[in-house]
Structures are given as C-alpha cells and as structure tokens.
C-alpha cells in the first residue's frame, strides 16, 4: 500500500535513511538476496582456505589483500568453520528451492550450501589425521552458539560438527559462556564444563568453534599442560600458528596448514607449498 508505505518511511526521516519502497516479491527478494550474498562470501572464502591449505598461502593474508579492494570489501571474509545461524542457512535454502519451484537451476545458491556442509566436515577430517581415529577419542569444544554474544543454537556449526564426532565414537565435551543449558537438551551424551580449563582437562584435543573474547585470551601453557596431547584446532583463525607452535600444540587452523608439534613430541609442519617463493610483492 503506497500510502502506508509513505507513512512508515516518514518515521524514519529523522535519521536521514535512503528508502527504498518497492513491490511485495521484490521487497522480500532483496532480503533473500542480500543474506545469499553474504553466505556466499563466506563460502568463497572457505573455498579459497581450502586451496590456500594446499597450495601453502596463508587465507588470513589472502583475505586482508582482497579485502583492501573497495569492490570487494573486508567484511565475511573471514575463514572458518562454516555460517550458521537463523538467517543465512534457511535463506539460502529457501531460495534456492523457490529457483528450482519457479524452473530455474540455482546452481550457485546449492554449491553455497555445500561448501559450508564441507567446512564443517574439515573440522572432523583435520581431526581424524591428526589422531589416527576417533573412536574413544576425548574432544573438547569451546563454543556451541553458532556466533559470539549469544545462547542461540540455531544451525550452529558446533552441533552438527558434534554429532559427526559422537557418530566416530569420540566422547565429547563442551564449554560456552552462555548456551549450554540450551545444549544440554540438544546435545545428549555430551558433558558440560564449567571453563575452558576443565573442557581442556585429559583432552586429545581441543576445538574451538565460537570466537568468544575469553577463548582469545587463554592461558596457553595452563590449556596444554592440562591436555593429554597437544593439539588445537581453531575453527574461527583466532590464534597466530607461530604462538602456538612456540607454545607447543599441534596447531590446525582454516586454510593456514598445520604448525607446530605433534603428540609424540616431533616436529609437525603438514603444509607443503607448491613452488611458493618466499615473498610476493604486488
């Protein structure tokens, strides 16, 4: 209703706003549009990682230089273990199967989903080289809610990343600030921590999947001299891997390769560049 539609945008006038009024389908597909956007950015990125894995390049470096291009833009570019959450999961999908209702082929759109099916799947393959198997495998998780600053457990990576690993046969445990009395219901067989310290506590390794403020400052050499072996995988990049190698984990992060020692004592460095000179200049 134009009329309508005039009256709501006068009460936005204080703040200056550029108002878009539109029709219904085209409103609402701006929406659908926009979140797809940003879950794909966020896709691209973690496919990016996963090239930067084997061809030995660094995705944070990756990222930061693209980022720099105002085309392209610094935000979503970060590489992880995959989006969650209410809004770009069920809008990607949605879309997606309206394309296909409507006779298109949202081929993009599908490809998006798969790559963050893929990124959450990578959290359980680094794993799974880094210890052999999985079966009776202590892994601790730090962070369940799909983003900081919350308890929601909507789609979040955590969680499915859980399931995988209980369906190996590991015995899990979990820390978050906030959402474990929410995921003690979900999240049956998984025992709950009361830090960061006590998850760590026997673990074979430690995951960190929610990039909390706490988990950025953790006492390293308190977290590995509670462990039983020393390896961190770090499913939002949070830490530096020549820290964690100097504080003696086996560090697996996203799209960085894999520094440090491993559990019985050796070096471990698993990134094998492909004729990558030292430097590049642009």
């Not at 539609?5 to 006068?10: G, L, R, T």
Request: proline share 5%; charged share 20%; net charge negative.
């Amino acid at each position: 209703d134009p009329a309508a539609a005039e009256k709501v945008a006068e009460l936005y006038s204080p703040l200056r706003p550029t108002v878009v009024i539109t029709d219904l389908r085209t409103a609402e597909m701006v929406k659908y549009a926009s979140n797809a956007f940003l879950a794909t950015k966020i896709s691209f990125i973690n496919e990016i990682a996963s090239i930067c894995e084997k061809m030995g390049a660094d995705v944070k470096q990756v990222a930061r230089g693209m980022g720099l291009d105002a085309r392209i833009g610094a935000a979503f570019l970060d590489a992880g273990a995959g989006f969650g959450g209410s809004c770009f999961p069920k809008d990607v999908q949605a879309l997606a199967h309206m394309a296909a209702l409507s006779g298109c082929h949202p081929q993009l759109l599908r490809a998006v989903l798969e790559i963050n099916r893929d990124a959450r799947r990578s959290i359980v393959l680094k794993l799974r080289a880094a210890l052999g198997q999985l079966e009776e495998a202590k892994i601790s998780i730090l962070g369940l809610a799909f983003k900081p600053n919350t308890d929601d457990l909507r789609e979040a990576v955590a969680i499915e990343i859980i399931h995988l690993l209980q369906g190996e046969g590991a015995r899990v445990t979990a820390y978050d600030p906030a959402a474990m009395e929410k995921a003690s219901d979900t999240l049956p067989g998984v025992t709950m921590a009361q830090d960061a310290y006590e998850a760590a506590t026997g673990a074979d390794a430690l995951v960190l999947l929610t990039e909390w403020n706490e988990f950025k400052q953790l006492d390293l050499g308190r977290l590995k001299s509670l462990m039983a072996k020393p390896i961190f995988v770090d499913g939002r990049n949070v830490y530096d891997p020549s820290a964690m190698s100097a504080a003696g984990f086996t560090y697996l992060s996203v799209g960085r390769g894999a520094v440090g020692v491993d559990p019985n004592g050796h070096a471990a460095d698993v990134t094998e560049p492909v004729d990558a000179p030292a430097a590049t200049h642009a």
